[in-house]
């Protein structure tokens, strides 16, 4: 699957763009090596266990900037949708 972006409305300042919307790009967390990085790992030497924490640590990292992408943009459609339910 290739990089794709959605972007959502969500207030209306009359500019359309900036702080009026939110726009969410696509996280490519498969296994493989376009992913994450950690099919076919092996841990029958050192040097391949070391090979596989090393991935797995940056996978981690992926997948934890993956995880604050997408809760800040959560974020940001809850206290738009918040404000409004209050106007």
Known sequence: AGASTAS????????YSGNDLVTVSSV???TGTSGINVAG??????????T???????????????????GAAQSRM??????VATI
């Open 78 to 83: 809850d206290f738009a949708s918040t404000n």
């Open 8 to 15: 959502f409305q969500v207030s209306s300042s009359g500019q």
């Open 41 to 50: 790992l092996s841990l029958t030497s050192d040097t391949n266990a070391r």
């Open 52 to 70: 596989a924490l090393g991935r797995i640590d940056t996978a981690i990292n992926l997948v934890s900037t993956a995880l604050g992408t997408i």
């Open 28 to 30: 490519n967390l498969t």
